[in-house]
């Protein structure tokens, strides 16, 4: 979800909306809501699920679209020009980002729901719980690492560089990391359904996103106008996006209601090595920005960053290559109720410690 207080790099008055502070209440009503519409109305959602063109769910790619447009126009490229400046943080966030989180995730799939999972777990399944798990270790979060960053008083200019070089690396990594790890778990990859979801989801996106951006500050004519413009934009676009996030979850829940209901202990199941994932990536971080002293108002930001995730891309994709009723898709979205009370508690646990590095 994207957060309309920060906009190229500078913090707006208001600081961290209504939404984003009840954010795990609300997911949680719409998990509840998802798994009794689907009880009551299956055919409703049978009818849903059915549209759909080239194993894209158009439903609920409208609804990905809509989270992710504005996100997408509030990062800003130009910013990939301070690439240089403090190189520290911005190394730690591409080594966490994509050497270790994807296949730390990977192997704690394995671990967990081939081995210590394995006595409750059907082996099929297991494999599609692991490629969800796959999908969210594979995509660095984008959007709620504003939130997160502002929340610890993180340098928000820093902050928008590494989110845009991490959205140029995911361009080109993430569809050849997901085939690896798939690969490696001995799951068949649908090369031409990830690579077009690649770019539905991420090269479209980012190219609207920029194109609308830079129409924007075109017509604002430059100075704080541009800012001002971008954030009216993608402010008057929340409402929008936040109805996309709700209704993706109330409609991958539905479509999973009996699933759930007929094994409620699978969402626990599936949250163990998420848990475990997002503490223990948070932690290497974390430390590494401490031992090289890198100062706090880049260091929470540069941690939070490799622990969260972009669990839109993650569902999207989910759904592309294994079906909106798999269980890849149940655990991308089993991502979204565990993330944010996770990354609240480290967050404080950030504040708490800040005197832990020098000041920016």
Same mark, same amino acid.
């Given at each position: 979800?994207?957060?309309?207080?920060?906009?190229?790099?500078?913090?707006?008055?208001g600081?961290?909306?209504? =939404?984003?502070? &009840?954010?795990?209440?609300?997911? #949680?009503?719409?998990?509840a *809501? @998802?798994?009794? %519409?689907?009880?009551?109305? !299956?055919?409703?959602?049978?009818?849903?699920?059915?549209?759909?063109?080239?194993?894209?769910?158009?439903?609920?790619?409208?609804?990905?679209?809509?989270?992710?447009?504005p996100?997408?126009?509030?990062?800003d490229?130009?910013?990939?020009?301070?690439?240089?400046d403090?190189?520290?943080?911005?190394?730690?966030?591409?080594?966490?980002?994509?050497?270790?989180?994807?296949?730390t995730m990977?192997?704690?799939?394995?671990?967990?729901?081939?081995?210590? =999972?394995?006595? &409750?777990?059907?082996?099929?399944? #297991?494999?599609?719980?692991? *490629? @969800?798990?796959? %999908?969210?270790?594979?995509a !660095?979060?984008?959007a709620?690492?504003?939130v997160?960053?502002?929340?610890?008083?993180?340098?928000?200019?820093?902050?928008?560089?590494?989110?845009?070089?991490?959205d140029?690396?995911?361009?080109?990594?993430?569809?050849?990391i997901?085939?690896?790890?798939?690969?490696?778990?001995?799951?068949?990859?649908?090369?031409?359904?990830?690579i077009?979801?690649?770019?539905?989801?991420?090269?479209?996106?980012?190219?609207?996103?920029?194109?609308?951006?830079?129409?924007?500050?075109?017509?604002?004519?430059?100075?704080?106008?541009?800012?001002a *413009?971008?954030?009216?934009?993608?402010?008057?676009?929340?409402?929008?996006?936040?109805?996309?996030?709700l209704?993706?979850?109330?409609?991958?829940?539905?479509?999973?209601?009996?699933?759930?209901?007929?094994?409620?202990?699978?969402?626990?199941?599936?949250?163990?090595?998420?848990?475990?994932?997002?503490?223990?990536?948070?932690?290497?971080?974390?430390?590494?920005?401490?031992?090289?002293k890198?100062?706090?108002?880049?260091?929470?930001?540069?941690?939070?960053?490799?622990?969260?995730?972009?669990?839109?891309?993650?569902?999207?994709?989910?759904?592309?290559?294994?079906?909106?009723?798999?269980?890849?898709?149940?655990?991308?979205?089993?991502?979204?109720?565990?993330?944010?009370p996770?990354?609240?508690?480290?967050?404080?646990?950030?504040?708490?410690?800040?005197?832990?590095?020098?000041?920016?």
């Amino acid at each position: 979800m994207t957060d309309t207080t920060l906009v190229s790099g500078r913090a707006a008055p208001g600081g961290i909306g209504f =939404f984003e502070k &009840w954010l795990s209440v609300w997911v #949680a009503l719409c998990i509840a *809501a @998802g798994i009794v %519409l689907g009880t009551l109305f !299956p055919g409703v959602f049978g009818v849903l699920a059915g549209i759909e063109y080239a194993s894209v769910n158009l439903v609920v790619a409208v609804l990905i679209w809509a989270m992710v447009f504005p996100m997408m126009v509030n990062v800003d490229f130009a910013s990939l020009r301070h690439i240089g400046d403090r190189p520290k943080g911005l190394v730690l966030t591409i080594a966490v980002n994509w050497l270790i989180k994807p296949f730390t995730m990977a192997a704690l799939g394995v671990l967990f729901f081939e081995y210590i =999972f394995a006595p &409750w777990i059907q082996p099929a399944d #297991a494999q599609q719980y692991i *490629a @969800g798990l796959i %999908l969210l270790g594979a995509a !660095p979060c984008t959007a709620m690492v504003f939130v997160w960053s502002q929340m610890t008083r993180g340098d928000a200019t820093y902050t928008l560089v590494q989110v845009s070089v991490n959205d140029v690396i995911m361009i080109f990594a993430f569809a050849p990391i997901v085939a690896l790890l798939l690969g490696v778990t001995d799951i068949v990859v649908p090369w031409a359904t990830l690579i077009l979801s690649t770019i539905l989801y991420v090269v479209i996106p980012l190219v609207a996103g920029a194109l609308t951006r830079n129409w924007l500050v075109g017509r604002a004519g430059g100075g704080g106008n541009m800012e001002a *413009a971008v954030s009216e934009f993608t402010g008057r676009l929340k409402p929008i996006s936040v109805i996309g996030l709700l209704a993706t979850v109330v409609l991958l829940f539905g479509f999973q209601g009996n699933v759930i209901l007929a094994n409620p202990m699978l969402i626990v199941l599936i949250a163990v090595p998420l848990v475990l994932q997002s503490y223990g990536i948070f932690a290497i971080a974390y430390a590494a920005a401490k031992a090289w002293k890198v100062p706090f108002n880049v260091a929470a930001p540069c941690a939070l960053i490799g622990t969260s995730n972009f669990f839109e891309l993650a569902v999207a994709v989910a759904i592309s290559l294994f079906g909106l009723h798999s269980g890849a898709a149940l655990a991308t979205v089993v991502g979204v109720l565990v993330e944010v009370p996770v990354m609240l508690s480290l967050v404080a646990f950030a504040n708490r410690t800040q005197h832990w590095f020098p000041k920016g």
